[in-house]
């Protein structure tokens, strides 16, 4: 489920910025730079997700698989323990806009599914930027890793909210999945025949996701979502029936079996009180209960406070909710502000806390046996700098002294352990993302050759972790990329504002794809002679729930701009910055603070790109709860949070860029800044993709955005 679904669920469609604050010339013919490498090239590399595993077997030790999306084409890869020599298995051709997500490997290892295409709008239409009149609904494919040749098995039809990932049954023969508010099953193997064989696998009311397979593939568990409350459902095959797993008025959420099949662990969320004030934010109180199928019965195990770190945290939607070995269930909770792992006996008792201090773990797998937690986090190990990075760690279940599994100037995510190996995806300062093997003496990169020759790591900065203070006295946390040119008059300089917000970025290439491309563009920006600081403002991760979750942040104040000013003022005070030359960049989110900057401090903020940015946070009124008794006052405070509440004191030029199938931020909002502005005689230059979405479906969509950025900075900053 992903971070826009659990908001409609949590709020019954409320947007996620309510309920948690959840979107070419030089610079100067005097600082010409030299050029060693170009834009296609620090955007070459291929971009690695999806990382799956499977095994041991009679015919191998124990296989991974992941996607690669490089210049447009999106492939499946796959490499076997112990020495993990990658080959490709799919063969997509050309930058056709057309991603691969949910991938799954059966127990065997022999074949891997996956799902292709674009999501449907509200409209119900499919996302095709490529100007070809194509409609390329997202379909679930099957692949056998020898052969080859992908089979259909069925259309997924996911939304513009996402679909759930796939899931494979435990004897690799039929694969699940939701969409549609159903819950759809197709067999795995394939008989020549093309055509699509899913087929619904019952009918439920609501909005069904987040099927699971039991161990012994005889039933599936999902969610029902019926609005202000939520049912969590087990399907039986052969008796073709459902039963009710403790049903409520609350919201359950994330079924999990254990192991051994006998019992179901879930989340019951507290259900929606009606005539509750939007402003302050309320707790979302939570609980982890556990059924006992033989005896039809479910009961409370552990439950969270009354206060607000006790609500249920956002990065539980991540997998950090486990049935593990020894009858343990593994959760994460912020109970004391910073989000950790705990576990809890299934027969119940006190919670064990897993991890400890001031900082938060994200990415969260179960090791091959289920005894030990596998995590990722920005725990200072040897280094502080680590609060900016992602290291893995591994915790027994039943507590202990965590074992740092990697340190040093990398960063490491989406871990997992295969036939005794523990393999991720990483990547550094000046190498981009890659999948690979952790050893005793570090790590190992797998697939090194799908790295292309000439993309340019040893031209590439080393950013400088920094930190200032806000005006308020809120410590930030930034990124420095200085260019590597000596001896030269002070530079015009960038502000990098990343989106979500609930995001960090790090001291390395990120590992979203839409920040990987950012961070990549940081250095372009670098090598042109720009010194760039890229901010973790607060409403961010990994600082803790009170930097996440300010009281006026986003729609409730906007408090987060008072961290862009003093990125401003701190570039100011650097000795190799031109005080009167600094801009801002960013997308979604980080629109709406580049837009925030331009509006509220044109002396400051001399010009910036806005890449589909919110700029009227009251235009969302219908998300906010009609019977809410401060209906009208939340609106008026959130436009009085937006940049066009100060379109009258902008003067600064700026460069529009979206496209108009925008998903997540309405183009409407480009449209109406755009005649704002107009009225206001400001220097406005735009760049529309017809049919893009928000995190563009094309390279080259990304190529055109990002020389137009440079193009823009290069006349205004001169």
Not at 2 to 15: D, F, K, V
Not at 654 to 671: A, E, H, K, P, Y
Request: charged share 20%.
């Amino acid at each position: 489920m992903g971070i826009r679904n659990l908001s409609a669920l949590l709020c019954g469609g409320t947007l996620l910025l309510w309920s948690s604050l959840i979107t070419c010339s030089a610079p100067s013919s005097a600082q010409t730079p030299p050029h060693p490498f170009s834009l296609e090239q620090v955007l070459s590399s291929p971009f690695p997700t999806n990382l799956v595993a499977a095994g041991p077997t009679n015919d191998h030790a124990g296989r991974i698989a992941w996607v690669f999306s490089a210049k447009g084409e999106h492939n499946v890869w796959i490499a076997d323990a112990p020495n993990f020599e990658a080959r490709q298995v799919t063969h997509y051709v050309g930058d056709d806009g057309m991603p691969i997500a949910a991938l799954k490997l059966t127990p065997d290892g022999r074949t891997v599914v996956y799902a292709r295409g674009t999501e449907a709008n509200s409209a119900g239409e499919i996302a095709d930027p490529t100007s070809n009149v194509e409609k390329r609904v997202q379909q679930v494919w099957g692949v056998d890793v020898d052969k080859g040749e992908p089979r259909l098995l069925g259309d997924m039809g996911c939304d513009e909210e996402g679909c759930e990932d796939i899931q494979i049954s435990p004897n690799g023969e039929f694969a699940v999945w939701s969409a549609k508010k159903q819950i759809w099953i197709a067999p795995i193997s394939g008989d020549g025949d093309r055509k699509a064989k899913a087929k619904a696998l019952t009918f439920a009311r609501g909005n069904n996701s987040q099927p699971k397979w039991s161990p012994d593939g005889k039933k599936i568990a999902f969610v029902s979502d019926r609005g202000d409350h939520s049912f969590v459902i087990i399907y039986e095959f052969g008796r073709n029936t459902l039963r009710y797993v403790s049903p409520s008025a609350d919201r359950d959420l994330y079924p999990r079996w254990s192991p051994d099949g006998s019992q179901l662990a879930f989340v019951r969320l507290v259900g929606k009180q009606m005539k509750q004030p939007v402003i302050p934010q309320s707790p979302l109180p939570w609980a982890t209960w556990v059924y006992d199928l033989a005896a039809d019965s479910g009961r409370e195990i552990w439950k969270s406070g009354p206060g607000l770190d006790d609500s249920l945290p956002l990065l539980t939607e991540d997998g950090s909710f486990h049935f593990a070995a020894k009858n343990h269930i593994v959760f994460s909770s912020e109970q004391d502000g910073w989000n950790h792992l705990y576990s809890v006996a299934a027969s119940g008792g006190p919670a064990t806390l897993l991890t400890s201090g001031k900082f938060e773990t994200e990415d969260v797998a179960l090791s091959a046996d289920k005894t030990s937690v596998i995590y990722s986090s920005n725990q200072s190990g040897v280094d502080p700098q680590d609060i900016d990075r992602r290291h893995l760690w591994r915790v027994s279940v039943e507590g202990g002294t965590p074992q740092e599994l990697t340190r040093g100037e990398t960063m490491e995510w989406t871990p997992l352990e295969i036939a005794g190996n523990v393999v991720c995806l990483g990547s550094t300062a000046t190498t981009p993302a890659m999948p690979y093997a952790v050893t005793s003496h570090g790590r190992e990169m797998i697939a090194k050759s799908a790295l292309p020759a000439d993309f340019p790591a040893a031209q590439l900065v080393t950013p400088k972790q920094v930190i200032f203070k806000a005006a308020d006295g809120w410590e930030i946390h930034g990124q420095l990329f200085e260019p590597k040119m000596e001896g030269r008059a002070p530079r015009p300089a960038l502000i990098f504002i990343h989106g979500g917000s609930i995001r960090q970025m790090m001291l390395g290439f990120h590992y979203m794809d839409y920040y990987h491309n950012a961070y990549a563009m940081n250095q372009y920006l670098a090598s042109r002679g720009y010194v760039v600081l890229s901010v973790n403002y607060r409403t961010g991760i990994m600082y803790g729930r009170h930097f996440r979750e300010p009281k006026d942040g986003g729609p409730r104040g906007g408090a987060e701009y008072r961290d862009i000013v003093a990125a401003g003022k701190y570039l100011q005070s650097l000795p190799n910055v031109d005080a009167k030359r600094i801009g801002l960049w960013g997308g979604s989110y980080g629109g709406y603070l580049t837009a925030m900057g331009l509006a509220h401090d044109s002396d400051l903020f001399v010009a910036g790109v806005d890449l589909h940015g919110v700029h009227d946070w009251s235009v969302f009124k219908e998300e906010i709860p009609a019977d809410a008794p401060d209906h009208d006052d939340a609106i008026k405070l959130a436009f009085q949070s937006s940049p066009n509440a100060a379109i009258a004191t902008w003067r600064s030029p700026v460069l529009l860029i979206q496209g108009d199938d925008d998903r997540n931020v309405d183009f409407s909002q480009t449209v109406d800044l755009l005649q704002r502005l107009r009225s206001q005689k400001v220097h406005v230059e735009e760049l529309v993709f017809p049919d893009e979405i928000h995190a563009f479906l094309m390279w080259k969509s990304w190529i055109r955005a990002y020389r137009a950025t440079e193009d823009f900075f290069a006349r205004e900053l001169k």
